[in-house]
C-alpha cells in the first residue's frame, strides 16, 4: 500500500469498489481508478464490448433524415453512436433494394446500430441475422450493434402491430426480441416507449423482462404511443427503470433533448447512462458538441456564425452527392439545406432556391451567396426545425 493513502482511506475506497462491482457485476461500465491520493470512479457506458464512455450523446434514428451523410456530419460533431434509419424487416427478407441500401454503412460513422422493424417474428429474426452480416451483404462496415424498433409511434407503423404498436403485445415483443438475441452475434438493444396509453404504462416491468432474454441496453422514449410528440416527455418513468435495482443494462433517455442544460439535467435527475438526440439534431448537427462542451465545462457555446453554417452545408451536400449521386443526393439534402440557416432574416427567396436548385454545382454558388449577405448576422440558436 502506498505510504500517502491511509488505512481510513483505503478501507473507503475498498468499500466503494466493492459496492460498485455489486452493482455493475453484469460488465456494462467500465470501472477505472486514478492515483492514490484521489478516488474516481469514472462510469464508461458500455454496449456489449463497445465502450462509449463517460454520458455517452446519440443519434437517434429517423426515417428520411439518419442516412449516412447525416450520421458522418453527426459524428463529425462529437454523437457517440449513431443508428440508421429504421429499416422494415419485410423488405429485408424481400431483398427489397432500398431496404438493403440502408444497411450499408461506413468505418467513419462507427460505431453504428442498424435498427429493424416489424411484428413478424420469422421475418425479424431473419432481418436481424441479415443485419449481423450487412458488411457482406450491402458493403461498407456493417453494424455494431442491432436495434430493434418497438418505439416508432407512426399510424402506417404502429397500427400494423409494429413500432410501438407492439406495446400492446408484451409477451410477443419480448418473445421476438429473446429469439432475435439467440440468433445473432451483435449486440442486441431495443427502442421503446413508456407504454400504449396513459393506462398501461408497462416500462418499469417491460424493462426487466427484456434484460432478461439479453439485450444489452435500452433506450426509451418518455411518451406513449398515443401522445405521439405532443406535450412534455415524462422522464420519471425513465428515472424509476434507472434506479430498479433489478437492473443492469445501460439506460438511455429519450424526448424533448434539445439543449445542452437539458442533457445535463436528464443526466443529473434521472441517472441515465446516456441520452439519445433526435428531432433537436435535424437542421441543428452541431448540438452533439454544444452538449458535449457543456458537460465538461459547464459553459455553453456561442451559436454557430452563418459562415460556419455555409460551410457545413456545403461539405454535408458533398457528401450526399459522393453517397448517392448527383440527382438522388442533390434532392434528399433539400429537407437539410433550408433549416441551416432558419431564422436569417428576409430568406424566403433564398430558401426557395435551396429546395428547388437540381445542381449541385449551382446550390454550392447559392450557399455561397448566403455567406456574402448573410455572414455578418448574429444568428439567436433555433434548437432545430421542429422548434422544439
Not at 474516481?40 to 437517434?60: C, F, R, W
Not at 431483398?95 to 413478424?120: L, R, V, W
Not at 431495443?190 to 444489452?216: H, M, P
Request: proline share 4%.
Amino acid at each position: 500500500m502506498s505510504s500517502g493513502l491511509n488505512s481510513r482511506k483505503y478501507q473507503v475506497i475498498c468499500r466503494k469498489i466493492q459496492a460498485c462491482f455489486c452493482n455493475f457485476a453484469s460488465g456494462e461500465y467500465k470501472i477505472t481508478i486514478k492515483n492514490d491520493f484521489s478516488f474516481y470512479l469514472l462510469l464508461h457506458m458500455k454496449i456489449g464490448e463497445i465502450d462509449l464512455g463517460d454520458k455517452p450523446v446519440l443519434l437517434a434514428p429517423m426515417e428520411d433524415v439518419t442516412d449516412a451523410s447525416f450520421r458522418v456530419v453527426c459524428k463529425k460533431f462529437g454523437a457517440d453512436m449513431v443508428y440508421t434509419e429504421f429499416i422494415p424487416s419485410d423488405g429485408l427478407v424481400r431483398d427489397a433494394a432500398k431496404a438493403i441500401a440502408k444497411m450499408k454503412t461506413s468505418e467513419e460513422e462507427a460505431p453504428i446500430a442498424i435498427q429493424i422493424y416489424g411484428n413478424n417474428p420469422e421475418a425479424m429474426v431473419e432481418a436481424a441475422k441479415m443485419a449481423d452480416n450487412a458488411d457482406q451483404i450491402a458493403g461498407g462496415h456493417g453494424c455494431d450493434v442491432i436495434d430493434i424498433n418497438f418505439g416508432c409511434p407512426v399510424s402506417k407503423i404502429a397500427g400494423r402491430g409494429a413500432g410501438s404498436g407492439m406495446m400492446r403485445e408484451p409477451d410477443k415483443m419480448v418473445m421476438i426480441t429473446e429469439s432475435i438475441v439467440n440468433a445473432v452475434r451483435k449486440p442486441v438493444t431495443v427502442k421503446t416507449r413508456l407504454g400504449w396509453d396513459e393506462n398501461s404504462k408497462i416500462i418499469v416491468e417491460l424493462a426487466e423482462r427484456l434484460q432478461d432474454v439479453g439485450i444489452k441496453a435500452l433506450t426509451i422514449h418518455g411518451r406513449t404511443r398515443c401522445q405521439m410528440y405532443k406535450g412534455e416527455a415524462d422522464w420519471t418513468l425513465i428515472g424509476a427503470v434507472k434506479n430498479n435495482p433489478r437492473m443492469h443494462i445501460p439506460i438511455i433517455g429519450n424526448g424533448d433533448i434539445n439543449s445542452a442544460q437539458k442533457a445535463k439535467d436528464a443526466f443529473d435527475r434521472f441517472g441515465v447512462d446516456g441520452i439519445m438526440v433526435g428531432r433537436a439534431s435535424f437542421g441543428h448537427p452541431w448540438i452533439f458538441r454544444e452538449i458535449k462542451h457543456f458537460l465538461t465545462t459547464g459553459e455553453e457555446l456561442p451559436p454557430m456564425s452563418v459562415n460556419d453554417r455555409v460551410a457545413l452545408a456545403k461539405w454535408h451536400l458533398s457528401l450526399s452527392v459522393r453517397q448517392k449521386g448527383p440527382v438522388t443526393g442533390v434532392l434528399e439534402m433539400r429537407r437539410h439545406l433550408s433549416c441551416y440557416f432558419k431564422g436569417l432574416p428576409d430568406f424566403r427567396d433564398t430558401r426557395v432556391k435551396l429546395v428547388t436548385e437540381p445542381s449541385a454545382d449551382e446550390l454550392v454558388k447559392i450557399l455561397d451567396y448566403v455567406g456574402e449577405k448573410w455572414g455578418g448576422c448574429r444568428l439567436d440558436e433555433a434548437a432545430s426545425v421542429y422548434g422544439l
